[in-house]
């Protein structure tokens, strides 16, 4: 898996039933500066935002709710939530990585509970 740069790529999500997976745009956020300022002062997003090292997030100053997957270290959801704005999401002891997008996108990409995702950087 290597270490990821601040940039732009595609999230893939993996279906059980052997379907191709779900090709989903995708930002990656790993400085400090990056992370810190994820999805403040934006009013919408296309597609996701990984934001790595990571497990936890706020959603203080938000202009919109957003759905966060808590990713372990092989990419595996360990929870799905729906954050509205101006709350502190309680930090996920096995996440290493949070995946961000507006509320609803994680359910239509098939992103639950123990699903498998993958990055293609660059």
Do not use: C, K
């Not at 403040?40 to 597609?47: A, I």
Request: hydrophobic share 45%; net charge positive.
């Amino acid at each position: 898996m290597g270490r990821w740069q601040d940039t732009r790529g595609t999230l893939l999500v993996h279906a059980d039933d052997g379907r191709p997976p779900t090709p989903v745009p995708l930002e990656i956020a790993t400085s400090y500066r990056a992370r810190t300022r994820g999805l403040l002062g934006r009013d919408f997003l296309d597609g996701a935002l990984l934001l790595s090292p990571a497990n936890s997030i706020h959603t203080f100053r938000m202009r919109f709710p957003i759905d966060v997957a808590y990713l372990d270290r092989a990419l595996q959801v360990v929870a799905v939530r729906t954050m509205p704005p101006n709350r502190l999401g309680l930090p996920r002891l096995r996440a290493r990585h949070v995946l961000e997008a507006r509320a609803g996108a994680m359910a239509e990409w098939g992103v639950r509970a123990g699903a498998r995702v993958s990055v293609e950087a660059g």
